[in-house]
């Protein structure tokens, strides 16, 4: 049967998908903000719930590894590693980049790249590159927006920005070849990129998974004297 329970939490969006065999069955999701922790285990059981379905009939947990929210990813994986362990499921890491592309390529893609977008604060952004076969071309990393990002790439041909980071793309990048295309992260991509690891065998060590968090999560020290209270 092949069920996967995916989650995906790496963004303000919090949201849970349940797949058979790649083939969306539910989708529990929401974009409020700091609603990880409230919603995410209700989502899983209305997920389930909808198909008259229990944690007992999976047979894989998909989880986000990012990049993104450090908070999000640590609420998502610890989520997963929980129903994981709890279960003896098996865990399967997809990149949040790799969603956000597929959202992009299953609406037909015949030339060109994509390349989503997520808000890293100010004007950065975490971004890779893909092909229109949704091959990736180099790895996730960060970037500080300027007018000649992508230039090399947009001079070949069109460009698709997808993500939360599009907005402040669209500030500095004008090209003809510039296509920007409305779509937020989602577990509901994550099913089939789950599906294909599944058949591989490609899971993670729960033990000792951790997502891409790109940047080194600080704590900022307060600037108030709190003797002055």
Same mark, same amino acid.
């Given at each position: 049967m092949a069920l996967i329970l995916s989650i995906e939490t790496s963004t303000t969006v919090? *949201?849970?998908?349940?797949?058979?065999?790649?083939?969306?069955?539910?989708?529990? %999701?929401?974009? $409020? !903000?700091?609603a990880h922790s409230? !919603?995410?285990? #209700? =989502?899983? %059981?209305?997920?389930? !719930?909808? $198909?008259? &379905? @229990?944690? /007992?009939d999976l047979e894989a947990i998909s989880v986000s590894s990012g990049p993104g929210s450090y908070t999000g990813l640590r609420i998502g994986v610890s989520t997963a590693k929980g129903l994981a362990y709890a279960l003896?499921?098996?865990?399967?890491?997809? +990149?949040?980049? %790799? +969603?956000?592309? !597929? /959202?992009v390529f299953n609406n037909g893609v015949e030339t060109g790249?994509?390349? #989503?977008?997520l808000d890293a604060r100010r004007m950065e952004v975490?971004? /890779?590159?893909?092909? +229109? *076969?949704?091959s990736e071309i180099g790895e996730t990393g960060s970037l500080v927006?300027? /007018? +000649?990002? =992508? @230039?090399? &790439?947009?001079? %070949?041909?069109p460009v698709y920005f997808v993500g939360d980071g599009i907005a402040k793309t669209k500030e500095l990048i004008d090209s003809q070849n510039t296509v920007f295309v409305d779509g937020s992260i989602s577990a509901r991509e994550m099913g089939e990129i789950a599906w294909k690891k599944l058949q591989r065998q490609e899971f993670e060590d729960t033990a000792y998974f951790v997502p891409n968090y790109l940047k080194e999560f600080k704590v900022l020290k307060s600037k108030k004297n709190l003797l002055l209270k």
């Open positions: 919090c *949201s849970v998908a349940l797949h058979r065999e790649g083939e969306l069955l539910q989708l529990n %999701e929401t974009d $409020e !903000k700091n409230l !919603k995410l285990m #209700p =989502f899983v %059981e209305q997920c389930l !719930k909808g $198909e008259n &379905l @229990s944690v /007992q003896d499921l098996p865990i399967i890491g997809v +990149s949040a980049m %790799e +969603s956000l592309a !597929k /959202q790249h994509i390349i #989503p977008v975490y971004f /890779q590159v893909f092909d +229109s *076969s949704l927006l300027e /007018q +000649s990002s =992508f @230039s090399n &790439l947009l001079n %070949e041909g």
